[in-house]
Nanobody, 126 residues
Framework: VQLQASGGGLVQAGGSLRLSCAASGRPLSSYALGWFRQAPGKEREFVAGISWSGYFTHYADSVMGRFTISRDNAENTVSLQMNSLGPEDAAVYYC????????????????????WGQGTQVTVSS
């Protein structure tokens, strides 16, 4: 599956952005999806994930309550609504997919994904 992320840009602190990721090659309905980010000089970190069905979502503590992940299997897309952005959210954001579903039983520890899109830059001005 090929993933294409978009929607990044420059936003003022406190503002919002919506990232989207479109898939091609295979339907996304059998993939768990996620968003990761990597800031300069830092390791890539998990941001949010969503199960095959969309009923289960999981967030990093740092974005809980501010970010919302959603998916549209009919449109083969996954989105990340980001609100109340701060300078700490500035990073390159990547969408990712994996065949193993995301559940409460497998969210502890590092989350491994198999397919990655190119990143989209999010810049937050203070």
């Amino acid at each position: 599956v090929q993933l294409q992320a978009s929607g990044g840009g420059l936003v003022q602190a406190g503002g919002s952005l919506r990232l989207s990721c479109a898939a091609s090659g295979r339907p996304l309905s059998s993939y768990a999806l996620g968003w990761f980010r990597q800031a300069p000089g830092k390791e890539r970190e998990f941001v949010a994930g969503i199960s095959w069905s969309g009923y289960f979502t999981h967030y990093a503590d740092s974005v809980m309550g501010r970010f919302t992940i959603s998916r549209d299997n009919a449109e083969n897309t996954v989105s990340l609504q980001m609100n109340s952005l701060g300078p700490e959210d500035a990073a390159v954001y990547y969408c990712a997919a994996r065949g193993l579903d995301l559940t409460r039983l497998n969210i502890n520890g590092p989350l491994e994904f198999d397919f990655w899109g190119q990143g989209t830059q999010v810049t937050v001005s203070s």
